[in-house]
């Protein structure tokens, strides 16, 4: 059954510490996305790539947010130092490049910043 | 550019009906729709293509008007399964950038 597997489910960490989040999209899927779900905001889209390549990342605060593909079975979403206001779910899915087809998510990185 | 949706929240009965409504403020390419259970990863509802093409859901209807740069999903006699967030999602190009909403709580009380 082909799923999208993020890591890790849940994390604690303490202001200032790095932050790597990571993503295995489906296999053949061309497109990866990085959505930020808060109450206030919803799902806020932070990156996204096609074919690996990054499309648009407009949606992420630069100087401390990076994110890439270093293949088409990882991609990762790192913060760097994290910030009490980074604490949220974060979500990761993967489409397939022909057609306007559907998003699989993974199930998401629940990040907490003390 | 984030699309509006309305209501925030809305409130059924089983049996009963409901309207979400998605609108943007730029030309739209598609309309997708997603539900998410609470603690759970959004899942793929619907898309409405522009031109009028549909895919998705059989017990869950939608409409899109491309001028007014809108869509609707409308959920009939509803079910406790119904229950969730419902979010939309806009294209507004040929590109692969979709842009959800700030979602729409539903909760179907026996």
């Known amino acids: 059954d082909a799923r999208v597997t993020q890591t890790p489910r849940d994390k604690v960490t303490e202001m200032g510490q790095e932050v790597t989040m990571r993503c295995q999209p489906i296999?053949?899927?061309?497109?990866v996305f990085w959505y930020r779900q808060t109450m206030m905001q919803g799902l806020e889209l932070l990156a996204y790539f096609r074919n690996r390549a990054p499309l648009d990342d407009s949606g992420m605060p630069k100087d401390r947010f990076s994110a890439e593909m270093p293949d088409a079975t990882l991609a990762t979403l790192k913060i760097q130092p994290s910030e009490p206001r980074d604490s949220a779910v974060y979500f990761c899915a993967s489409g397939q490049r022909e057609g306007d087809g559907e998003l699989f998510f993974g199930e998401g990185s629940r990040l907490t910043v003390l | 550019q984030q699309p509006v949706q309305s209501p925030q929240a809305v409130i059924l009965r089983e049996g009963e009906d409901a309207v979400i409504n998605c609108s943007s403020s730029?030309?739209?390419?598609?309309v997708h729709w997603y539900r998410q259970k609470h603690g759970e990863a959004p899942v793929f509802l619907m898309i409405l293509l522009k031109g009028g093409e549909q895919k998705g859901h059989e017990k869950i209807s939608a409409s899109f008007n491309e001028k007014k740069q809108q869509s609707s999903l409308y959920l009939t006699a509803s079910q406790l399964s119904y229950s969730g967030t419902y979010f939309c999602?806009?294209?507004?190009?040929?590109?692969?950038?979709?842009?959800f909403g700030k979602g729409t709580l539903l909760t179907v009380n026996p």
């Open positions: 296999l053949g899927h061309n497109t």
């Open positions: 999602g806009t294209r507004g190009g040929s590109n692969y950038k979709l842009t």
């Open positions: 730029k030309a739209l390419y598609s």
